[in-house]
């Protein structure tokens, strides 16, 4: 039901842009999250944005650097990465909470019950 694409191959301090889509299922209603799985390691929490696009929240590591955000219109949520570093290759997965309307940003990803099937993303130094 949710759909990451965006991933790809770019150098040290570029740019990329993830998007999430979703059919059948309302985006508009759900906080929506970005996980990420690196080659080796658990699954790591990237940032979460609420329902309304209010309220967000950035794992340390990507803060001031990722930015998420969302367009209710179109049913997608994104994630906006600059200045990226080696370390941030990973396959990354947008989440949608797993109930609608909740007014909390959660960064645990037992909370989410929608998950799409990830985007692979690389960094090269």
């Known amino acids: 039901q949710l759909q990451a694409s965006g991933g790809g191959l770019v150098q040290a301090g570029g740019s990329l842009r993830l998007s999430c889509a979703a059919s059948g299922l309302t985006l508009s209603w759900y906080g929506m999250a970005w996980f990420r799985q690196a080659p080796g390691k658990e699954r790591e929490f990237v940032a979460a944005i609420d329902w309304r696009g209010t309220m967000t929240r950035y794992s340390d590591s990507v803060k001031g650097r990722f930015t998420i955000s969302r367009d209710n219109a179109k049913n997608a949520v994104y994630l906006q990465m600059s200045s990226l570093k080696p370390e941030d290759t990973a396959v990354y997965y947008c989440?949608?909470?797993?109930?609608?309307?909740?007014?909390?940003?959660?960064?645990?990803?037992?909370?989410?019950?929608?998950w799409g099937q990830g985007t692979l993303v690389t960094v090269s130094s």
């Open positions: 989440a949608a909470d797993g109930k609608a309307w909740r007014n909390v940003v959660y960064l645990t990803s037992n909370e989410y019950g929608y």
